[in-house]
């Protein structure tokens, strides 16, 4: 039974984000909205629980279709970077501004870039390309310095500023129509990504190169899901050194090591494939 308590905390959570949003915002949406990621959330992590092996990829697919058909093709709500600017700038707090609060600046206190494993529907698509774990380092150093992973992490800064002068301009220059102009920035920002995302997907031979490098989002999730509470922590007492779990992470992070400032520790986004792959469920 104790197993099942994570689930049901993580259900607990979503449906009393869903009801204080409804009541206090008086839109019926939100508990809608909030109820449907929370059970879908909820359903995967029982799935993992269960051992179910796509357990994550089920979430991926039932949360990330959900808000790039749903949400931003039929409603309209560009939930995008750009989309959450808009509705800052207009002070509305509803929408991508809620969904940024929640899932990618004050969520991941709590539970790190879960939003990344578990929702993102850029990831949704990248996850199905065949560079599960990245390429090895020596790989690397073939391809030169040209494609260092250094030499362009500076760039999901300048996507972040982009997205930022983008929405400021249409401000300033009082451009009338700016909903629309959303809807459409969501749909070529949306192709302009899977376009990056999986032209670096094969550069690097890694499927989560888009994210370590070019996300602007990521300029909020990294720093906020330095203090997460939920970590995969590893039980020392238990662990047998084989080194399974660091060759199948996706984000090469360094779960062994203890401390909030391990390599790669903000890179986390929870897939759990270090867990499911120890064999001595030291993690
Ligand atoms: S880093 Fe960006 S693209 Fe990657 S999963 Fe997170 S939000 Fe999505
Ligand atoms: S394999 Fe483990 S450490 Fe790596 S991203 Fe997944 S949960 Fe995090
Ligand atoms: S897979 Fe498990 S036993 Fe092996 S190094 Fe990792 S935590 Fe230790």
Redesign the pocket.
């Known amino acids: 039974m104790k197993k099942y308590f994570f689930p049901l905390v993580l259900l607990a959570v979503f449906e009393a984000v869903a009801v204080v949003l409804w009541l206090t915002r008086d839109n019926l949406f939100y508990l809608f909205n909030f109820s449907y990621i929370g059970v879908s959330v909820s359903l995967g992590v029982f799935l993992f629980v269960k051992k179910y092996r796509h357990a994550r990829r089920i979430v991926q697919l039932l949360v990330g279709l959900y808000m790039l058909v749903y949400l931003g093709l039929i409603c309209g709500e560009n939930m995008q970077i750009e989309g959450f600017w808009y509705y800052l700038f207009t002070g509305v707090f509803e929408a991508a501004t809620i969904h940024y609060a929640v899932a990618k600046i004050f969520g991941p206190l709590l539970f790190g870039r879960g939003w990344c494993g578990y929702a993102c529907w850029t990831a949704m698509v990248l996850d199905f390309l065949p560079f599960k774990v990245p390429g090895k380092p020596e790989n690397e150093r073939e391809r030169g310095e040209r494609w260092s992973r250094r030499n362009i992490g500076w760039m999901r800064y300048v996507m972040f500023a982009i997205s930022l002068i983008f929405v400021a301009a249409l401000f300033l220059a009082h451009v009338g129509n700016i909903e629309k102009i959303m809807f459409w920035a969501f749909i070529i920002g949306n192709i302009m990504y899977y376009g990056l995302g999986i032209l670096l997907a094969f550069i690097y031979q890694d499927n989560r190169a888009f994210c370590k490098y070019l996300c602007p989002i990521t300029v909020f999730l990294k720093p906020m899901s330095y203090f997460a509470l939920i970590r ?1 922590k590893c039980d020392e007492s238990k662990c047998i050194s084989c080194g399974k ?1 660091r060759k ?4 090469e ?1 360094d ?1 062994l090591d203890p401390s909030k400032r391990r390599k790669n520790g903000t ?9 499911r792959n120890c064999p001595v469920d030291a993690l």
Do not use: G, Q, S
């Not at 890179?267 to 867990?275: A, R």
């Open positions: 995969v779990c199948v992470c996706p984000m992070v779960m890179e986390c986004i929870l897939c759990l494939e270090c867990k």
